[in-house]
């Protein structure tokens, strides 16, 4: 349950300026939508956040202290994307494995945290199956097991449920819910959907142009659009 902290944080390619001045503070294990349309920064945020991107200027915090110095494999933020971007050349249990592999975790406590979260997230019968050959919906719970795997502080969704068909959009939605709510790993969700974000998040901060508009609950921007 951590609480991650953004300070005047900027980002400019040049003369675009994609995040500019951006101050956000999270709760402690809420599940906060990060909502805006199409080129309002909201990927740079989050790549900023992961470690994959340096801000211009500003200071990204993680229960008070700055994580900026720190590699994107030492963070402890999990991101899923939304192409899931497993790797299909192996197994769902090694795809599940690789960040206790790539962290170097003992091999001796790899099965206790592959039982853990493939309990949570039902994935235990498609463990030896190549991601390729999965549904959609399947393919996203083997991406949440591999970022609960690590025990992340923060975890970033980035449009997890774009790339999944309608049908099992809403129980999608669901399952991501009961995952943070049994977890309460605090959770930033990347969305151009409106009716998502309010939907789903405890709270909502609207970005625009790379600052953010607003911030609220859903009944208080619905209340107060
Ligand atoms: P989305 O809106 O879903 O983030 P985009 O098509 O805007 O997708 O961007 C896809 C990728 O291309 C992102 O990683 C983004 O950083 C990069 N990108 C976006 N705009 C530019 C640009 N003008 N020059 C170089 N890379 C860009
Ligand atoms: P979103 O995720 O909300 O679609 P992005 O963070 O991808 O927004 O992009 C914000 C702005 O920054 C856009 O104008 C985009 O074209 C620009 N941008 C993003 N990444 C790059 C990049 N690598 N190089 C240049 N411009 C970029």
Redo the contacts with the bound molecule.
Sequence with gaps: MSVLELRALEKH?GR?QAVNGFDLKSEEGELLAILGP??SG???LM?MIAGLEKPSSGDILLDGQSVLGIPPRDRNVAMVF?SFALYPHMSVRDNILFPLVSRKVPKSQHQAKLDEVTRILEVDDLLDRRPTRLSGGQQQKVALARALVRDPELFVFD?PLSSLDAQIRSQARAELRELHDRTRITTLYVTHDQLEALGLADRVAVINKGRLHQVGTPRELYNDP
Excluded: A, H
């Design positions: 390619y675009i199409s080129g909201k990927s740079t790549r939304q449009e």
